[in-house]
């Protein structure tokens, strides 16, 4: 995948978990930021743990939904690092 391709699926992922964390907000490039690792760890998770072999393979809905996962669990790291609600 490329770098175009991790930064949008990165934006959609990371905007769309900051909505449904309603955090504070990281701005827009925080966000692109968390949804990029965000997808690392949801990729992650879903071939070791779950052997899921989907991971990141592209702008489609199986990459944004698992970079989704992954920046949710990721926001909800950093809130707990952070001290706001959990």
Do not use: D, Y
């Not at 968390?34 to 990141?56: D, H, N, P, R, Y």
């Amino acid at each position: 995948m490329g770098i175009l391709s991790w930064i949008i699926v990165g934006l959609i992922a990371g905007w769309l978990a900051g909505l449904v964390m309603r955090g504070t907000g990281f701005g827009l490039i925080g966000n692109i930021i968390i949804g990029i690792v965000g997808g690392l760890i949801g990729g992650w998770l879903a071939t070791s743990l779950l052997k899921i072999e989907a991971g990141l393979t592209g702008i489609n809905l199986s990459s944004i939904l698992t970079a989704f996962a992954g920046a949710v669990i990721l926001i909800f790291i950093l809130q707990i690092i952070r001290g706001k609600r959990v």
